[in-house]
């Protein structure tokens, strides 16, 4: 009986440790567990340690993390009747894990799906070019339809993206030769709008520096007559203080030098060279009777009385003769 109770008691302790072992669930931060006992949802298991019953309850984790699902190409006809090829990706987040695990069976097949079927009703109310400019219109009308109806599965679609939208390949075609022409087209405009603008600045710069020639030509003009100006004022201010009778001393000095050209000798006041050349007269002459004798080496004029010095006297002698 020894040996058996031995064995007994061996296989009990056996049991016990595998039931222990069995009755520990270990949950990990990123996930939660769904406690099922004896067929029923019983509760919800938050991270960390736990103690179940082995064999009547059972421990469903579920992944709380964001996940990413591929949406295989499909092809698609848009409103103006092209087939393009579309696929996408959709991110997910798991917000209640009673729903995703009650509420549906298969939940990537079903999201798959609902974002093909989604992508079909969305690209068909749009025309090619509208498709091509539009991914971010696409996504967002996407990622609400699928939000609607996964709301329902404790499921929240985070993000939505299109990968491609691939045109056949004579629509690649032609819309390549569409861009080459529009660069053309750009480059041409641009290439224009450059000579207009490299015209425009040249004119600007030609109509500156005639401007600034024009302002300099003033400014000599305006220097060249106020030093004219300056030159006549200070001969003007000699003449005003200079004798009349030197003057027209000077005057007549020049007029044979200026009657060997065949210059023709207008004086330019009558009445003093009339005077003067009274002067010289009554000089070549005697005195008249009953005048006064001049001083030594001075004479006078009937006239006027000035006094002209011996070396003026002679000069005039010499110009007469």
């Not at 079909?120 to 509208?130: F, K, P, S, T, V």
């Not at 091509?132 to 219109?137: A, K, M, T, V």
């Not at 302002?215 to 000699?238: H, S, T, W």
């Not at 203080?241 to 001393?249: G, S, V």
């Amino acid at each position: 009986m020894e040996p058996f109770a031995g064995a007994a008691l061996l296989i009990l302790g056996v049991f016990l440790l595998l039931m222990l072992l069995l009755s520990v669930k270990v949950i990990r931060p990123y996930q939660k567990g769904l406690v099922e006992r004896l067929g029923k949802f019983n509760r919800i298991l938050e991270p960390g340690i736990h103690f179940i019953v082995p064999f009547m309850e059972r421990v469903k984790v579920v992944d709380m993390r964001e996940h990413v699902v591929d949406v295989p190409p499909q092809e698609v006809i848009c409103k103006d009747n092209v087939v393009v090829t579309v696929d996408a990706v959709v991110y997910y987040q798991i917000l209640d894990p009673v729903k995703v695990v009650y509420n549906v069976s298969n939940f990537l097949m079903a999201i798959i799906k609902l974002a093909q079927t989604n992508l079909r009703a969305i690209i068909g109310e749009m025309e090619l070019d509208e498709t091509l400019s539009g991914r971010d219109i696409i996504n967002a009308r996407l990622r609400e339809e699928l939000d609607k109806t996964t709301d329902r599965w404790g499921v929240k679609i985070t993000r939505v993206e299109i990968q491609r939208i691939d045109p056949p390949r004579d629509i690649q075609d032609a819309m390549a030769k569409q861009m080459t022409a529009e660069r053309e087209k750009r480059a041409m405009i641009l290439l224009a709008e450059g000579k207009k603008e490299s015209a425009i600045k040249e004119a600007e710069g030609q109509k500156q520096a005639a401007i600034l020639q024009a302002e300099g030509e003033k400014q000599r003009q305006i220097l060249v007559a106020e030093g004219q100006a300056e030159a006549i004022r200070k001969v003007l201010e000699a003449l005003s203080r200079a004798d009349e009778k030197y003057l027209t001393l000077q005057y007549i000095e020049k007029m044979p030098e200026l009657a060997k050209y065949g210059n023709l000798i207008v004086p330019y006041d009558t009445e003093a060279l009339i005077g003067l050349l009274r002067i010289l007269q009554k000089v070549r002459e005697t005195p008249l009777p009953g005048s006064r004798p001049p001083e030594e080496g001075k004479s006078w004029d009937g006239d006027e009385g000035a006094a002209l010095s011996e070396e003026e006297l002679k000069k005039l002698k010499d110009m007469t003769e």
